[in-house]
Protein backbone atom coordinates (compact mmCIF):
# COMPACT_ATOMS: atom_id res chain seq x y z
CA UNK A 1 0.00 0.00 0.00
CA UNK A 2 0.73 3.23 -0.95
CA UNK A 3 -0.42 6.22 1.79
CA UNK A 4 -0.74 9.49 0.54
CA UNK A 5 -1.10 12.81 2.89
CA UNK A 6 -1.55 15.94 1.28
CA UNK A 7 -1.36 19.73 3.65
CA UNK A 8 -0.97 23.34 2.61
CA UNK A 9 -4.61 24.14 2.28
CA UNK A 10 -6.49 27.16 3.88
CA UNK A 11 -7.94 30.03 3.08
CA UNK A 12 -7.22 32.88 0.80
CA UNK A 13 -8.38 36.02 -0.99
CA UNK A 14 -8.26 35.79 -4.48
CA UNK A 15 -5.32 36.99 -6.51
CA UNK A 16 -3.01 35.04 -3.69
CA UNK A 17 -0.85 31.86 -3.54
CA UNK A 18 -1.11 28.94 -2.14
CA UNK A 19 1.25 25.57 -2.18
CA UNK A 20 0.08 22.05 -1.45
CA UNK A 21 2.21 19.20 -0.60
CA UNK A 22 1.69 15.48 -1.26
CA UNK A 23 3.75 13.28 0.86
CA UNK A 24 4.14 9.15 -0.56
CA UNK A 25 5.09 6.77 2.24
CA UNK A 26 4.84 2.88 2.26
CA UNK A 27 5.58 0.79 -0.97
CA UNK A 28 6.10 3.22 -3.81
CA UNK A 29 7.66 0.46 -6.05
CA UNK A 30 6.51 0.87 -9.21
CA UNK A 31 3.85 3.50 -8.54
CA UNK A 32 5.36 6.57 -10.92
CA UNK A 33 2.15 8.68 -11.85
CA UNK A 34 0.95 10.90 -9.13
CA UNK A 35 -1.44 13.66 -9.82
CA UNK A 36 -3.57 16.45 -8.21
CA UNK A 37 -7.43 16.25 -8.44
CA UNK A 38 -10.24 18.75 -6.85
CA UNK A 39 -13.99 18.32 -6.62
CA UNK A 40 -15.88 21.22 -5.68
CA UNK A 41 -19.20 21.38 -3.63
CA UNK A 42 -22.05 19.61 -6.00
CA UNK A 43 -19.64 19.07 -8.60
CA UNK A 44 -17.40 15.80 -9.71
CA UNK A 45 -13.55 15.17 -9.33
CA UNK A 46 -11.77 16.96 -12.06
CA UNK A 47 -8.03 16.63 -13.11
CA UNK A 48 -5.36 19.23 -12.30
CA UNK A 49 -2.36 17.44 -13.46
CA UNK A 50 -0.29 14.79 -13.06
CA UNK A 51 3.68 14.09 -13.39
CA UNK A 52 5.75 11.41 -13.47
CA UNK A 53 7.53 11.23 -9.98
CA UNK A 54 10.91 10.88 -12.68
CA UNK A 55 9.53 13.55 -15.07
CA UNK A 56 10.23 16.82 -15.73
CA UNK A 57 7.18 18.18 -17.69
CA UNK A 58 3.66 18.10 -15.87
CA UNK A 59 0.56 17.51 -17.68
CA UNK A 60 -1.99 19.84 -16.73
CA UNK A 61 -5.94 20.34 -17.43
CA UNK A 62 -6.68 23.67 -19.86
CA UNK A 63 -8.34 25.52 -17.23
CA UNK A 64 -5.24 25.11 -14.55
CA UNK A 65 -2.68 26.14 -17.36
CA UNK A 66 -0.32 29.10 -16.41
CA UNK A 67 -1.54 29.66 -12.89
CA UNK A 68 -0.67 26.22 -11.29
CA UNK A 69 2.37 24.33 -11.59
CA UNK A 70 3.42 20.84 -10.53
CA UNK A 71 6.39 19.63 -9.37
CA UNK A 72 8.30 17.24 -7.08
CA UNK A 73 11.23 16.22 -4.74
CA UNK A 74 11.41 12.88 -5.67
CA UNK A 75 14.13 12.55 -2.52
CA UNK A 76 11.29 13.21 -0.11
CA UNK A 77 9.07 11.52 -2.15
CA UNK A 78 7.08 14.97 -2.22
CA UNK A 79 4.76 15.96 -5.06
CA UNK A 80 4.00 19.85 -4.66
CA UNK A 81 0.94 22.36 -5.98
CA UNK A 82 1.58 26.00 -6.93
CA UNK A 83 -1.37 27.57 -7.13
CA UNK A 84 -1.11 31.58 -7.96
CA UNK A 85 -3.65 34.08 -8.76
CA UNK A 86 -6.28 31.89 -7.06
CA UNK A 87 -9.96 32.96 -7.82
CA UNK A 88 -13.07 31.28 -6.15
CA UNK A 89 -13.91 29.41 -8.52
CA UNK A 90 -10.62 27.13 -7.36
CA UNK A 91 -12.82 26.52 -4.52
CA UNK A 92 -12.32 23.06 -3.73
CA UNK A 93 -11.29 19.99 -2.03
CA UNK A 94 -7.73 19.43 -3.27
CA UNK A 95 -6.45 15.25 -3.65
CA UNK A 96 -3.55 13.74 -4.35
CA UNK A 97 -3.17 10.60 -6.31
CA UNK A 98 -0.71 7.99 -7.33
CA UNK A 99 -0.87 5.08 -9.14
CA UNK A 100 1.30 3.36 -12.25
CA UNK A 101 3.87 3.11 -13.91
CA UNK A 102 3.42 6.22 -16.37
CA UNK A 103 1.23 8.83 -17.00
CA UNK A 104 -1.24 8.56 -19.53
CA UNK A 105 -4.66 9.56 -20.20
CA UNK A 106 -6.97 7.37 -18.41
CA UNK A 107 -4.24 6.03 -15.77
CA UNK A 108 -5.87 4.18 -12.40
CA UNK A 109 -5.38 6.16 -9.32
CA UNK A 110 -5.12 3.68 -7.10
CA UNK A 111 -4.12 5.51 -4.08
CA UNK A 112 -5.53 8.41 -2.77
CA UNK A 113 -5.29 11.18 0.07
CA UNK A 114 -7.83 12.22 2.23
CA UNK A 115 -7.58 15.45 0.55
CA UNK A 116 -6.88 18.86 1.51
CA UNK A 117 -9.32 21.99 1.56
CA UNK A 118 -8.64 25.48 -0.40
CA UNK A 119 -10.93 28.13 0.10
CA UNK A 120 -10.92 31.46 -1.72
CA UNK A 121 -12.58 34.51 -1.14
CA UNK A 122 -13.45 37.75 -2.95
Known amino acids: QVQLVESGGGSVQAGGSLRLSCVAS????????MGWFRQAPGKSREVVGR????????YYADSMKGRFTISRDNTKNTLYLQMNSLIPEDTAMYYC???????????????WGQGTQVTVST
Open 97 to 111: AAGGRFCYPGVEYKY
Open 51 to 58: MEIGGVVP
Open 26 to 33: GYTSGVNC
